[in-house]
């Protein structure tokens, strides 16, 4: 393997030249990302043949993966542990606490609710809250990988989150809804 093919195979951390951590300084990853793009991007290499111009397009997917996947925090938690060769197994695992389930109940009938009426402003509560909760769930995600490396801990946050995450995006939609 050649030190380019080598360096493209890097894990997207190392691409990008951040440590591997949940906490992730978002200006040096913006930073890092420009500089890869003005490096290889295509119009730049228009001029070279084949191969490098083949070359110049997979660093920049592979720096366009590696950005999308770590300047979102679900998605760089989940890669994250796999890296540490901990599967978070989102696919199989759908075990959850009951008060976390009974409490996903609870906001599922809000949402409902707010929505059967076009209650703009609930729903605008409800994502405001729903934010926050989230917020409490990411630093505790954070604590359990950077902190405590109890990665069963954040494999179960993982999980959690992307309930959460479908829920937001279910609350955006309906906000929409009622302004178009």
Do not use: C
């Not at 592979?62 to 979102?72: G, M, S, Y």
């Not at 925090?73 to 009974?102: C, I, Q, S, W």
Request: no cysteine; aromatic share 6%.
């Amino acid at each position: 393997m050649t030190s380019v093919d080598s360096t493209l195979a890097q894990d997207h951390f190392a691409l990008l030249g951040l440590p591997r951590s949940f906490a992730v300084d978002s200006e040096a990853l913006e930073r890092m990302y420009r500089e890869i793009q003005a490096q290889v991007h295509p119009d730049k290499h228009a001029h070279l043949s084949d191969a490098q111009r083949r070359l110049a397009m997979q660093w920049a997917t592979r720096a366009n993966e590696a950005h999308q996947v770590l300047k979102n925090p679900l998605k760089r938690a989940h890669y994250l542990l796999g890296l540490l060769g901990f599967d978070p197994e989102v696919e199989r695992n759908t075990a959850m606490p009951m008060d976390f389930l009974m409490e996903q109940m609870d906001w599922r009938e809000a949402v409902e609710k707010a929505k059967g009426v076009s209650d703009g402003e609930e729903l605008e509560n409800l994502h405001r809250n729903l934010r926050q909760d989230m917020k409490g769930q990411y630093d505790a995600l954070g604590a359990a990988i950077d902190g405590n490396h109890d990665y069963v801990r954040a494999a179960d946050l993982v999980r959690q989150l992307m309930f959460q995450e479908k829920l937001l995006i279910e609350i955006e939609d309906a906000l929409e809804a009622i302004e178009a």
